[in-house]
């Protein structure tokens, strides 16, 4: 089992940074991928970003050049660093956790944290 807690989410206005972090912990031995989703309203939840245990990274088109995802291993935490928002990032965040467990390839969730930008 893996547990992911978000934190960092809030309102902020058009144009201004918010710093998302996640934190895992429990078998983390397993992941070898960390990931951000938005969840627009009624509609499947989207990649953000992701990054592997070896650092690569990838990112939605929308976010390049305005997102960041990094990981501080010391700390089991990732951060999605999130620049210059807009009114069309607003979405429930959610982190997640890919990888292997016994053999089985398998993904844990968080419960998300909400980004809100205002004009």
């Known amino acids: 089992q893996v547990q992911l807690v978000e934190s960092g989410g809030g309102l902020v206005q ?4 918010l710093r998302l972090a ?3 912990s429990g078998t983390i031995e397993g992941i070898n991928v960390m990931n951000w989703y ?3 309203p009624a509609k499947p939840r989207e990649l953000v ?5 070896g650092g690569s990274t990838n990112y939605a088109d929308a976010v390049k050049g305005r997102f960041t995802i990094t990981r501080d291993n ?3 935490t990732v951060y999605l660093q999130m620049n210059s928002l ?12 890919g ?4 053999g089985h390839q ?3 969730w968080g419960q998300g944290t909400q980004v809100t930008v205002s004009s």
């Open 74 to 76: 010391a700390k089991n």
């Open 38 to 40: 938005c969840q627009p």
């Open 99 to 102: 990888g292997t467990w016994n």
């Open 49 to 53: 970003a992701s990054i592997t245990n």
């Open 22 to 24: 996640c934190a895992s």
């Open 14 to 17: 058009a144009g201004g940074s």
């Open 106 to 108: 398998n993904y844990y």
């Open 86 to 97: 807009k009114l069309e990032d607003t979405y429930l965040y959610l982190c997640s956790a």
